[in-house]
């Protein structure tokens, strides 16, 4: 679900997976230390330091302003390790030493996976401990992290939802409505989508719309289709975005390029940023894609107002999905109270304010949001984003069975094969990965 490093204009969230998803902070090379109050270097409730690594550089962007109140609030100093390249390797390598940072950014599709290796800090002695009141955090963004045993093993600070940008000026020329302002299907449904992007579409100069480029369309359009599980099994031990509702989204998305013709086709949009810089020149009229692409659209949208819209309505639902942006304590860590003081301070109102003010991801706490501002006129619709979210369910090789299915995609997006044929030729070795420790 995370994503990858794609420009230095905007903070965002930073995993280096996946070329489809999602929007990232540019990473500095070298590690920096955010000073702070100083203090022991002891482990335990008195620490006053903690180590923190993350993919990226948090400086001047509104993680590093949040981790900078942080220290000052609570005198503990943060040493912020950042590893803007080949992050994943690193990662494992740290997480199965002696001496792991007291902080990790962990990809979301590693959380289970890592939870059945007995590498992370269970969580719930803190949050019993703390009586800490999450009737503020979106519950099934919070339970994400819980595992089948109950441990909460990992915690999300912030998540990122996606909705449709498009391209006001476009749709009044075009003498057509606009979306719905709510999260309504009235009138936007998937057929609704697909005509209007024709509508858009202009031989040569605009296409009318952009769907299959983030990767978080799986697991959205295959649950507005009908899918009872989205990309894998609730218990994790199947692949079943090969089955025929699942499937049948992933064409209709492939569709919109090779039968209609509306989508700008999958060899074009390989390069960084394509997607976007289609988007901000008016040569993309809509398209579907996070939160955080928020601020790169504010400052490079020069000639026409954007706005968002939900998702189309598919046959069954309307929901969509968020990037959760989570990290986790290693049980090896030395100050684990330290870095849970932390965790508690990103996920609170005053830290979540950072992150919304500087559209960099949606808060946890929900009061939080009251800060987010325009434009879009309509941002408001990523708060309601919250009450219609899907999630793939997690497995213990996530990324392993990413790496099989994925590429195999491309003969579908590139116009080749069905994807009831890809899928299903995927089928097995994705089941068979699955079964696999990630």
Same mark, same amino acid.
């Given at each position: 679900?995370?994503?990858?490093?794609?420009?230095?204009?905007?903070?965002?969230?930073t995993?280096?997976?996946?070329?489809?998803? *999602?929007?990232?902070?540019?990473?500095?090379?070298?590690?920096?230390?955010?000073?702070?109050c100083?203090?022991?270097?002891?482990?335990?409730?008195?620490? +006053?330091?903690?180590?923190?690594? =993350?993919?990226?550089?948090?400086?001047?962007?509104?993680?590093?302003?949040? %981790?900078?109140?942080?220290?000052?609030?609570?005198?503990?100093?943060?040493e912020?390790?950042?590893?803007? @390249?080949?992050?994943?390797?690193?990662?494992?390598? %740290?997480?199965?030493?002696?001496?792991?940072?007291?902080l990790?950014?962990?990809? &979301?599709?590693?959380?289970?996976?890592?939870?059945?290796t007995?590498?992370?800090?269970?969580? =719930? $002695?803190?949050?019993?401990?703390?009586k800490?009141? $999450?009737?503020?955090?979106?519950?099934?963004?919070?339970?994400?992290?819980?595992?089948?045993?109950?441990?909460?093993?990992?915690?999300?600070? !912030?998540?990122?939802?996606?909705?449709?940008?498009?391209?006001?000026?476009?749709?009044?020329?075009?003498?057509?409505?606009?979306?719905?302002?709510?999260?309504?299907?009235?009138?936007?449904?998937? &057929?609704?989508?697909?005509?209007?992007?024709? +509508?858009?579409?202009?031989?040569?100069?605009?296409?009318?719309?952009?769907?299959y480029?983030?990767?978080?369309?799986?697991?959205?359009?295959?649950?507005?289709?009908?899918?009872?599980?989205?990309?894998?099994?609730?218990?994790?031990s199947?692949?079943?975005?090969?089955?025929?509702?699942?499937?049948?989204?992933?064409?209709?998305?492939?569709d919109?390029?090779?039968?209609?013709?509306?989508?700008?086709?999958?060899?074009?949009?390989q390069?960084? =940023?394509?997607?976007?810089?289609? *988007?901000t020149?008016?040569?993309l009229?809509?398209? /579907?894609?996070? *939160?955080?692409?928020?601020?790169?659209?504010?400052?490079?949208?020069?000639?026409?107002? /954007?706005d #968002?819209?939900?998702?189309?309505?598919?046959? !069954? &639902?309307?929901?969509?999905?968020?990037?959760?942006?989570?990290?986790a304590?290693?049980?090896?860590?030395?100050?684990?109270d330290? !870095?849970?003081?932390?965790l508690?301070?990103?996920?609170?109102?005053?830290?979540?304010? /950072? /992150?919304?003010?500087?559209?960099?991801?949606?808060?946890?706490?929900?009061?939080?949001?009251?800060?987010?501002?325009?434009?879009?006129a309509?941002?408001?619709?990523?708060?309601?984003a919250?009450?219609?979210? $899907?999630?793939?369910?997690?497995?213990?090789? $996530?990324?392993?069975?990413?790496?099989?299915?994925?590429?195999?995609?491309?003969? #579908?997006?590139?116009?080749?094969?069905?994807?009831?044929? #890809?899928?299903?030729?995927?089928?097995?070795?994705?089941?068979? @990965?699955?079964?696999?420790?990630?």
């Open positions: 679900m995370n994503a990858t490093t794609r420009f230095n204009a905007s903070p965002s969230n995993s280096t997976l996946s070329r489809r998803a *999602f929007v990232g902070i540019g990473g500095a090379a070298a590690a920096s230390m955010l000073a702070g100083s203090g022991s270097t002891s482990g335990g409730s008195g620490s +006053k330091s903690m180590t923190f690594l =993350n993919d990226s550089d948090v400086q001047d962007n509104p993680f590093g302003k949040a %981790v900078e109140a942080f220290q000052k609030k609570s005198g503990i100093t943060v912020v390790q950042p590893v803007p @390249s080949d992050y994943d390797t690193k990662f494992r390598t %740290v997480l199965s030493g002696g001496k792991p940072p007291d990790i950014k962990i990809n &979301d599709d590693y959380v289970k996976g890592m939870s059945a007995g590498a992370l800090l269970d969580l =719930n $002695t803190y949050i019993k401990r703390d800490l009141d $999450t009737s503020h955090y979106p519950q099934e963004l919070y339970d994400f992290p819980k595992q089948a045993d109950g441990k909460h093993t990992a915690w999300v600070i !912030a998540h990122s939802p996606r909705l449709i940008y498009y391209n006001v000026d476009a749709f009044k020329e075009a003498g057509l409505e606009l979306p719905p302002t709510t999260w309504s299907s009235e009138g936007w449904t998937w &057929d609704d989508f697909r005509s209007t992007a024709q +509508k858009l579409t202009i031989k040569g100069k605009r296409f009318g719309g952009l769907i480029l983030d990767t978080g369309f799986e697991q959205t359009f295959a649950i507005n289709n009908g899918s009872p599980t989205g990309i894998f099994a609730g218990d994790g199947s692949f079943t975005l090969s089955e025929p509702k699942a499937a049948e989204a992933i064409q209709w998305a492939t919109l390029t090779c039968k209609y013709h509306v989508q700008p086709a999958w060899g074009d949009l390069s960084t =940023n394509a997607d976007l810089q289609l *988007f020149q008016g040569k009229a809509m398209m /579907f894609s996070q *939160f955080s692409t928020l601020p790169y659209l504010a400052e490079n949208v020069k000639d026409f107002t /954007f #968002v819209a939900p998702p189309p309505a598919g046959p !069954a &639902d309307q929901k969509t999905e968020s990037s959760v942006i989570t990290y304590i290693p049980t090896k860590a030395e100050n684990p330290a !870095a849970w003081e932390l508690k301070f990103l996920t609170s109102q005053e830290g979540g304010k /950072f /992150f919304v003010e500087g559209n960099m991801w949606l808060s946890m706490d929900d009061r939080a949001l009251q800060y987010l501002s325009k434009p879009p309509h941002v408001e619709l990523f708060a309601e919250v009450k219609h979210s $899907t999630l793939p369910n997690q497995t213990n090789n $996530t990324l392993g069975a990413r790496q099989i299915y994925r590429p195999m995609l491309d003969d #579908v997006y590139n116009c080749n094969k069905t994807a009831e044929q #890809v899928l299903q030729t995927a089928k097995p070795r994705v089941d068979q @990965s699955l079964k696999q420790q990630g």
